[in-house]
């Protein structure tokens, strides 16, 4: 638990490295889909979803850390063991659902997008245009 307590009030979020780096792959993809290939986007709604849950996904799991630590500090000894519950249950808990959040994200934005036509990719010539 010591190490807990050291580790948020160092300054590590509750996202490790790997998370860091997928959400950074996740915005940039987002941002060159709509810079380059707007018009493969054929759900707006699943498209704007996508990026509410993964907001969620990056402000949840640090909200519920930030509760449970400012509980900790204000708790007195008698009530260790409900602090402890929070950490060792409820916060990897949150942990899991954003994670959860951002894996559903990635497949709102992908059910966003249009597919390739298969004839191109057979025969090698470009997609037509489409009557949109």
């Not at 889909?33 to 949840?60: C, E, H, K, V």
Request: proline share 5%; net charge neutral.
């Amino acid at each position: 638990m010591e190490e807990f307590m050291l580790q948020r009030m160092i300054g590590f979020s509750s996202f490790g490295m790997v998370d860091v780096w997928l959400a950074v792959a996740y915005l940039v993809c987002m941002f060159a889909i709509l810079g380059f290939r707007s018009q493969q986007i054929i759900s707006p709604f699943l498209f704007r979803l996508s990026y509410i849950l993964f907001a969620i996904a990056l402000i949840l799991p640090t909200f519920v850390d930030a509760i449970i630590q400012m509980s900790f500090l204000d708790d007195g000894i008698s009530h260790r063991s409900s602090t402890n519950i929070g950490i060792t249950v409820v916060s990897p808990l949150f942990r899991m659902i954003g994670r959860v959040l951002f894996g559903v994200s990635i497949i709102c934005a992908m059910g966003a997008l249009r597919k390739g036509d298969e004839r191109a990719g057979r025969e090698g010539s470009p997609i037509p245009p489409s009557d949109d």
